[in-house]
C-alpha cells in the first residue's frame, strides 16, 4: 500500500500571507486614524492594491455608516472599518470638578471657561448595539478593534457575515485574549506606535517595542500578526515580514497624505523638526497616547490632579484646544504621530503605496 506523505512546514502560521486572507495585492494596512483617516484616504490606498482604513471610533451609529458608504462609493476593494471597545469611564464628580478647575488657569489664557461638566464624547463598540448593526449591514471586508474585543455575541454576528476580524495587542496577554475572543488577525503595536495605545487597560502599559513583541507574540499564537509602530518605508515593512509578520500596519507614514484630514498645523508639525520629538501622555485623553510634543504634552495639572477617565479627560482638552485655536494658538491639539514622523511624505496615498511597494522589493 502506498503512503502518501503531507508535510506541514513548521512555520506555517507564520507564512500566512496578508495579501491572500484579505484578496488584496499588498501585505501594507493604512492604520485606521479616527479624526484623520477619511474615506478618500481608505479608498485610495484600497485602489493602490493595500488596505485603506477608517477610523470610526470617535463616529456615531449615523457618522459611521456614512463614511462606510462614502468609502464604497469610491473603492470596489476590500477595506477595514474600526472602532474602539474601551470600558465606560467611571463618572467621579470629585475628580472631574478637581480636574476641571486645575484646568481653569490655561482656560484663562484664552478667555474661556472650562466646560462645567465632562462629557462621554465617545461610546463604545460593546456599549452602542447600533454600531454592530452598523457593521452588519454594510459588510466592510475587515472590521478591526482598539483598546478591547467585542462581545462574543458580536463576533459570532460579524463571522457570521463573513467580516475579517482583527484586534490590536500590545502586550502577549492581550493577543492570546484577541486569539481567544475569536478574531481572525492580531495587530501588534510597538511603543513607537502614533496615537493611541491600544492597551486593553489603560493604567498598565509593558511598553514592548514592534519587533520584541512581534517575537513574542508570533511565540503564542497561530494567528496572522500585522506589526505596527514607528514603520515608514518598505525596507521597514520588509523587516517585519523577515520576522515572521504576515503584513505591516502604517498611520503617521499615511497621516501626512493630502487626501488624510490631517491639519494644516499638524501637516506643518510632521514637516518640521518637532517631529523628532514624540511623547507618550495620558494628560490629553486620559489613556496613553503617542504624539509629537506640544504645549497639549505639557504638565497642564500637576501630579495631585488625577485625570479622569477617558473619554472624560479629552472632552475638556478637545474644548481647551478649540479656545486656543480662536486665537490662532495649535499648540494645544492633538498631533498623534509615531517614532518614524521625520520620515513621513506628503505624497498622495496611491503614490506612497507605490513608493512602499517598490522599496520592500515587492515587485
Ligand atoms: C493620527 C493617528 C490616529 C490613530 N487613530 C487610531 C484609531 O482610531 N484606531 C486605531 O485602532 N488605531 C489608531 N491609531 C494607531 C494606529 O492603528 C497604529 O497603531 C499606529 O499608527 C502605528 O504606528 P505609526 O503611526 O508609527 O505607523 C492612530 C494613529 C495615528 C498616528
Known sequence: MDILLFVIPEDSAMTVRLEHLLAIDWPIIQAPMAGVSTPALAAAVSNAGALGSLGLGASSPGKAFEMIQATRLLTARPFNANFFCHARPAHDDAVAQHFIEAMRPAFARFDAEPPEVLREIYTGFNDDPELLEVVLETRPAVASFHFGVPS????????????????????????????????????????????????????????????????????????????????????????????????????????????????????????????????????????????????????????????????????????????????????????????????????????????????????
Not at 491600544?198 to 511598553?207: E, H, K, L, Q, V
Open 152 to 363: 462574543p455575541g458580536a463576533v459570532t454576528a460579524m463571522k457570521a457575515r463573513g467580516i475579517m476580524l482583527a484586534g490590536c495587542a500590545t502586550t502577549v496577554q492581550e493577543a492570546r485574549q484577541i486569539e481567544a475572543a475569536g478574531l481572525d488577525m492580531v495587530v501588534v503595536q510597538g511603543l513607537e506606535a502614533g496615537g493611541h495605545r491600544g492597551n486593553f487597560d489603560a493604567t498598565s502599559d509593558a511598553g514592548s517595542g514592534v519587533r520584541e513583541l512581534l517575537r513574542h507574540v508570533l511565540a503564542v499564537t497561530d494567528l496572522p500578526v500585522v506589526a505596527a509602530g514607528g514603520l515608514m518605508t518598505g525596507q521597514d515593512i520588509r523587516a517585519m515580514q523577515e520576522e515572521g509578520a504576515a503584513g505591516a500596519q502604517l498611520g503617521t507614514a499615511f497621516a501626512a497624505c493630502p487626501e488624510s484630514a490631517a491639519s494644516d498645523a499638524y501637516r506643518a508639525a510632521l514637516a518640521s523638526k518637532a517631529a523628532y520629538h514624540t511623547g507618550i501622555t495620558r494628560g490629553i485623553s486620559g489613556r496613553p497616547a503617542r504624539g509629537i510634543i506640544n504645549q497639549a504634552h505639557g504638565e497642564l495639572v500637576g501630579p495631585e490632579v488625577t485625570l479622569p477617565d477617558y473619554p472624560l479627560t479629552y472632552d475638556l482638552n478637545k474644548a481647551l484646544n478649540a479656545a486656543a485655536a480662536r486665537y490662532g494658538n495649535t499648540d494645544y491639539a492633538a498631533h498623534w504621530a509615531g517614532e518614524g514622523a521625520p520620515l513621513s511624505r506628503a505624497m498622495q496615498a496611491a503614490t506612497l503605496v507605490d513608493a512602499l511597494v517598490r522599496e520592500a522589493g515587492f515587485l
